[in-house]
């Protein structure tokens, strides 16, 4: 099957802003879903766009969606120790029940 | 508080046993899920269950079976036909089956290991 791709590693400061990217597969997708993974731990729901939105602000988090090129994008400002963990972007496909397609996931490491 | 309850956090089994690992969700949500989780592989679906007593394949059931006898449990059994089942072990449940608008809600997971 198709694979909602991410970049593997994403290495930043601590203070700077960090840009995790996605691309996913299918064009009906309704929702898009930004997952948290701390070592360890099950996900944690962080935050979502509906597909109808180009973008979506959440205090320190920004979600850019861009449909045509079905590229979605999580922005952390601020970066900080407590935000190294996996990042994982879903997608909702439109068909039938609806399954999450997970992304193979990004591992974020802040840096002091 | 309402939440999901993955147990044991720690499992070992050896080679030729079964295993069965517990989910519980006090949600009140409809649908339930297992995934496998290996090293820079993502999250890979085993099975899912949209209401009790019925539940379909994910893209990886071989070696594995599921029960959905009640509503707030899922229990997924590793069988030893499964031949490299060490990997860790994340159920998830939504809200109503077929809707994703508030997407996956997940458990803390359970590390299988074989030795």
């Known amino acids: 099957g198709e694979d909602v791709e991410q970049s593997l590693f994403l290495s930043v400061r601590e203070g700077d802003s960090s840009v995790i990217n996605c691309t996913y597969t299918d064009s009906s997708s309704t929702y898009l879903y930004w997952y948290k993974q701390e070592p360890g731990a099950g996900l944690q729901l962080l935050t979502y766009i509906f597909s109808n939105m180009d973008m979506k602000q959440d205090q320190r988090l920004t979600v850019l969606l861009n449909k045509k090129d079905k590229h979605l994008s999580l922005r952390i400002a601020d970066t900080q120790t407590g935000d190294s963990a996996i990042y994982f972007c879903?997608?909702?496909?439109?068909?039938?029940?609806?399954?999450?397609?997970f992304g193979t996931g990004t591992r974020l490491l802040v840096s002091p | 508080d309402g939440g999901i309850t993955q147990s044991p956090k720690y499992l070992f089994r050896k080679e030729g046993q079964n295993v069965t690992l517990s989910c519980e969700q006090n949600l009140n949500h409809d649908a339930m899920y297992w995934y496998r989780q290996d090293p820079g592989q993502g999250l890979r679906l085993i099975y899912y269950s949209q209401i009790v007593n019925d539940f379909q394949k994910g893209d990886i059931a071989e070696g594995y079976s599921v029960s959905r006898e009640k509503k707030e449990s899922f229990p997924l059994t590793v069988t030893s036909a499964q031949k490299n089942p060490t990997a860790f072990y994340l159920c998830?449940?939504?809200?109503?089956?077929?809707?994703?608008?508030?997407?996956?809600?997940f458990g803390s997971g359970t590390r299988l290991t074989v030795v």
């Open positions: 998830a449940s939504s809200i109503l089956a077929g809707r994703t608008d508030y997407g996956y809600t």
């Open positions: 879903a997608e909702a496909p439109d068909t039938g029940f609806q399954k999450l397609v």
